[in-house]
């Protein structure tokens, strides 16, 4: 330990704020899992391809959650050492800074509103440079041309951002600006990479790129280290004033830093929402030729780094659809057991492309599509069908990656929600020809936030200097042949060409 603990006996919380709920963990100096909190997220779906959060239901769930882990640790509030914060990335806030409330809804990252703005963009050939710049595509996911289109659509906030009377953030921006009361408004290199407004080389706000989308540089918060210092909390119920915040990243480099992958290298896969697969490619930020993004990560100490990226818009969200919209089945996890009482998905195909597709194919106007629908099937074919998607659409990235970096991927980290299905898990190392490894605990986000905001007070130097698990990995080895592999990816890609010449 470099320095002293600054705080009680060391323990770290961990605010993981995601798309459909918040999780908060209270960890020890051992980086063990004293207790956890969750309240799910109200999703609001106002027209077709438009998804909205309320500012204030992610900052409720947020303290029912904190509130949670904090009772069952048995832990007092007084005896944090600090606080990190992680985040579902893009999702767009805009709120008043004197009253702290938001002007607006927030529009999240699945959000498909902006896509025609985006084509225009393209179609008017500026894409190349602003990829050059960003390392990202013009596509709706990424923040700007949602933060434009709130600022056109209310004639009254343009005058009142430009005077600075409005402060823009992703998730992590306002979780700081809320439990700092209004004294911080901040967000980290990985969460500013995920704008289209970040230089991504210099890693400062780009003034060519506010302009090109209208944005008042007045808006925008200061962009800190990721173990940096990120004030102190005042105000939050549940919390005495004073505790440090020290860690914030958003979820998919907070994943990677949570699964020790800080060096070139490093790569995983994260199941929830959506999938996102990140390569470590060190200090320095590599161009993708296969369709991947290029964006900021973390080094062993939280320091600026870079990675490569691959996002599949629909992993878990197509499992909660079967859930809530078409009532197929009443709990996610019961997914599993459905999907095992068959032995295949009697031919069926689902593409979930209910937010367009991400990598490689960079579809925002692309819908879902279901092949292969018989009178032979069943609930269990189309449960199996659309846990089997999630699978293929990561081995569509697994494969764009290995172009990239011109290697094979032999062994796959994992992490997540929907990691923790097996059935799901051993079809992925079975269609990817490659081992799967899930770690004890699957909540690596929050865990990576835990050991930023750890090195940021001191607890540890840095990443490597975190205690492991006390239990292994596991490992899921393939066992389809090479023949049904083939087989099973024919159809897949089968389907997928059919959707994209729609």
């Known amino acids: 330990m470099r320095r002293g603990m600054k705080r009680g006996k060391g323990r770290i919380l961990a605010i993981d704020q995601g798309t459909t709920g918040t999780t908060a963990l209270v960890l020890d100096e051992r980086a063990r ?16 391809g438009w998804v909205e959060h309320r500012g204030e239901e992610i900052w409720a769930t947020s303290l029912r959650a904190i509130g949670a882990a904090l009772r ?39 959000d498909r509103r902006t896509a025609e703005r985006c084509a225009a963009l393209r179609r008017a050939g500026l894409e190349p440079a602003i990829a050059r710049r960003t390392g990202l595509r013009l596509d709706p996911y990424f923040s700007a041309t949602k933060l434009e289109w709130m600022l056109r659509n209310d004639r009254s906030l343009p005058a009142r951002a430009r005077r600075g009377a409005l402060a823009f953030g992703t998730v992590d921006s306002w979780l700081l600006w809320k439990l700092t009361g209004g004294r911080v408004h901040a967000t980290d290199p990985t969460n500013a990479s995920r704008t289209l407004l970040l230089d991504l080389r210099r890693l400062r706000w780009d003034s060519s790129l506010t302009r090109r989308f209208g944005v008042p540089e007045a808006l925008l918060p200061e962009v800190r280290p990721s173990a940096g210092d990120f004030g102190v909390t005042r105000g939050v119920p549940g919390l005495p004033d004073g505790i440090p915040i ?26 929830g929402t959506g999938c996102f697969l990140v390569l470590h490619t060190g200090r ?44 197929v089945i009443t709990d996610a996890a019961e997914s599993e057991a459905i999907a095992r009482s068959v032995r295949d998905a009697g031919g069926t195909v689902l593409v979930p492309a209910f937010a367009g597709l991400g990598a490689p194919h960079w579809r925002p106007d692309a819908r879902g599509l279901w092949t292969g629908i018989t009178r032979g099937t069943t609930r269990a074919h189309l449960v199996r069908a659309a846990l089997e998607s999630i699978a293929f659409q990561s081995r569509d990235l697994v494969r764009a990656m290995e172009r990239d970096a011109g290697t094979r991927i032999r062994i796959l980290k994992v992490d997540g929600g929907a990691a923790g ?23 690596s986000t929050a865990l990576g936030a835990a050991c930023l905001a750890g090195i940021g007070v001191g607890i540890w130097d840095r990443r490597e200097d975190v205690p492991a698990p006390a239990r292994s990995a596991r490992l899921f080895r393939p066992g389809l042949t090479r023949a049904a592999r083939a087989r099973r990816i024919g159809e897949w890609e089968a389907a997928v060409a059919l959707l994209l010449r729609k």
């Open 421 to 443: 299905n097996d059935f799901l898990m051993q079809f992925q190392a079975d269609i990817l020809g490659a081992a799967i490894s899930r770690p004890a605990m699957l909540e």
């Open 33 to 48: 899992v004293v207790a956890r909190g969750y309240a799910e997220l109200p999703q609001h779906f106002p027209r077709p």
């Open 246 to 271: 020290r860690g914030v990243a958003g979820d998919q480099q907070a994943a990677l830093f949570g699964q020790g992958c800080v060096a070139a290298g490093g790569i995983k896969n994260t199941y």
């Open 72 to 110: 069952r640790s048995g832990a007092r509030a007084g005896d944090l050492a600090t606080i990190g914060i992680t985040n579902q990335r893009e999702t767009t806030l805009l709120w008043d800074r004197a009253t702290s409330r938001p002007v607006a809804p927030a529009i999240v990252w699945q």
């Open 284 to 327: 320095k930020a590599r161009a993708s030729r296969s369709g991947l993004l290029t964006t900021a990560a973390c080094g062993s100490r939280g320091e600026p780094a870079y990675a490569l990226e691959g996002s599949v818009f629909i992993a878990g969200a197509a499992v909660q659809w079967l859930r809530d919209g078409l009532e």
